[in-house]
């Protein structure tokens, strides 16, 4: 069975209202849609795509498929935001003590170390500490509601 433009279009609105967001999952969906429709030896469309989504499994798979790249994006970014705050505050932290090594030993630029260290403290190390507490709580929320 051959595919028309319409019956594309069709199945690819068919993946948005059923929740399929990513690009690379709607694009593999539509790629085995498609596949297994070409490959129907019957002459109904309808027919044929009903029978490759319940090859996928249904449109709850289907959903299931997007829920769980979604879960996956939200770890990726919770551990993204916990290696920066280790590198930010690892760096803040080397900072502070090169200005006391300096300052105890008066030798120059130690006001600068410091200062520039507890600038970084306070203006970014602190709110982003704030910052990753109200996102991994937000996202604590979506994995517990899942």
Known sequence: MTLTDANVVYIENNLNFYGVNDQNLKEDLMDHICTHIECY??????????EAIQNLGGYSAIQNMQNTINEKAL???FLYRKRAFFLLSTFNVMLLALGFLFKLNKWPYSSILLATGFAILIFITIPFVFYNRYKHSKQKTILLNK
């Open 75 to 77: 770890i990726h970014s």
């Open 41 to 50: 030896n019957g002459n109904s469309f309808e027919t044929a795509y009903q």
